[in-house]
């Protein structure tokens, strides 16, 4: 199947290269031609472990491109695939620049009928506006206005017809994605489930074709309305931030009442009701999901006058959190830290990942700095993000000496 996927980032370029690797012919598109130029050359832009030999076989293979020509991608692939970034807006709602933006040049460019998928996490009601967005593209190129239903063709044909007999149809599916950072070529390619949210017979046959190759075993496609596919991958991130803020406030517990935490994270995980998945206290969750995904869900219960309250605390938790560590170190030391030097290990916000976006990594770091201290940190593999962020000082990112 031809495929595009728009936005080369963790999700699109793991998206993109393992459905290459399934035999699909795959363009990736960006909008930031540095991250295509280095994609071109060879390299990868961001690390993401055994993505790079991916890439690299599925490019050898001649089933695996990418660009900044949108017209191209466009032209591409019958599915095109947002997987651009729905960061936090000013209010804490996803702002959805960038899928509205993705969605309009697919408007402007398409000449046949496409299946539009919503990878990115995006609120509900998004693929309304995408929808919506497609046609004031189509409506501006005098494209007759379908009523966005295709027609069921038992053979599948129609898919991809010329550009004189298609009369402005498109599809919309949201298709959230639900894989981790550091582990997600894995994911990707065993997903616990494959959630889709489709209104349209055809979208939901294009989608069942495209995931053939991971339902041999089991079915794990499900298919639901699109507002509930759209509200399924805020659940998950939220309930898995729920669990962590748990145990942290428990383990804060713990430590005043002389408990240890670890016993009791065994001793509740056994229980097969509670599982021991996401029950680790630390100092706070951070990444690129569940702070803005947390945010971006609160902020629509809000603007529909119904707050959540228990996501407020799981927010309220994981904040403070963030500045436990700190707290510890200047009970320790006091509020100066000038001449003291900290050796901070770690500085993705979780292992096997360069993300450092909200990793509590930061606040630590930006904590001694603001005292006067002088940091000199380690990580595997986001010490090149670290340095991009903050840029190069001596005294910031050096290989410790061991
Ligand atoms: P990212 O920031 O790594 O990548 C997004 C990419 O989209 C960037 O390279 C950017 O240049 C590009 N882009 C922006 N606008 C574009 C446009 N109009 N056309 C083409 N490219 C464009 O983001 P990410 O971490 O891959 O996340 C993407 C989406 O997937 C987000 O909604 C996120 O919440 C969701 N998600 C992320 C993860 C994860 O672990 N990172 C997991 C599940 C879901």
Do not use: Q
């Given at each position: 199947m031809k495929i595009t996927v728009i936005g080369s980032g963790y999700v699109g370029l793991v998206s993109g290269a393992c459905l290459a690797e399934l035999g699909n012919d795959v363009i990736c598109l960006d909008v930031d031609p540095r991250k295509i130029e280095i994609l071109n050359n060879g390299g990868v832009p961001i690390y993401e472990p055994g993505l790079e030999e991916v890439i690299k076989s599925n490019v050898a293979a001649g089933r695996l491109r990418f660009t900044t020509d949108v017209a191209e991608s466009v032209a591409h692939g019958l599915v095109q695939m947002i997987a651009v970034g729905t960061p936090s807006g000013e209010d804490g709602s996803a702002d959805l620049q960038y899928v509205i933006a993705a969605a309009r040049a697919i408007g402007s460019a398409m000449t046949e009928y496409k299946v539009i998928?919503?990878?990115?996490?995006?609120?509900?009601?998004t693929a309304d506006k995408v929808k919506q967005a497609v046609h004031e593209e189509l409506d501006k190129r005098r494209i007759k206005k379908s009523n966005n239903t295709v027609a069921p063709s038992p053979s599948g044909g129609?898919?991809?017809?010329?550009?004189?007999?298609?009369?402005?149809s498109f599809s919309v599916v949201s298709n959230p994605e639900f894989l981790k950072e550091g582990a997600a070529i894995d994911d990707f390619n065993r997903p616990d489930r494959i959630v889709i949210g489709a209104e349209d017979e055809q979208a939901i046959r294009v989608m069942r074709e495209m995931y053939a190759p991971f339902r041999r075993n089991h079915d794990r496609l499900m298919v639901m309305d699109i507002k509930s596919a759209e509200l399924t991958k805020y659940a998950a991130n939220a309930m898995l931030a729920t669990r962590i803020s748990f145990m942290n406030e428990l383990a804060n517990l713990a430590e005043k009442v002389g408990a240890d935490i670890e016993h009791v994270r065994k001793g509740i995980g056994s229980d097969q009701r509670i599982g021991?998945?996401?029950l680790y206290a630390g100092c706070g969750y951070g990444g690129s999901c569940f702070p803005k995904d947390v945010r971006a869900l609160k902020r629509t219960a809000e603007e529909l006058g119904m707050p959540l309250r228990v996501l407020q605390a799981v927010e309220d938790v994981n904040d403070a959190q963030k500045s436990v560590l700190l707290s510890k170190i200047t009970r320790r030391f006091g509020d100066n830290l000038k001449d003291k030097h900290f050796a901070l290990w770690g500085?993705?916000?979780?292992?096997?990942?360069d993300d450092m976006r909200e990793a509590t990594s930061r606040v630590v770091m930006e904590g001694l700095w603001e005292r006067g201290a002088t940091v000199t940190a380690y990580d595997p593999v986001a010490m090149k993000e670290a340095q991009h962020i903050y840029g190069a000082r001596a005294d910031r990112y050096r290989m410790p000496m061991l």
């Open positions: 998928v919503d990878k990115s996490t995006v609120p509900v009601g129609g898919l991809g017809r010329g550009n004189a007999e298609w009369d402005g021991y998945h996401f500085l993705a916000f979780k292992p096997g990942t």
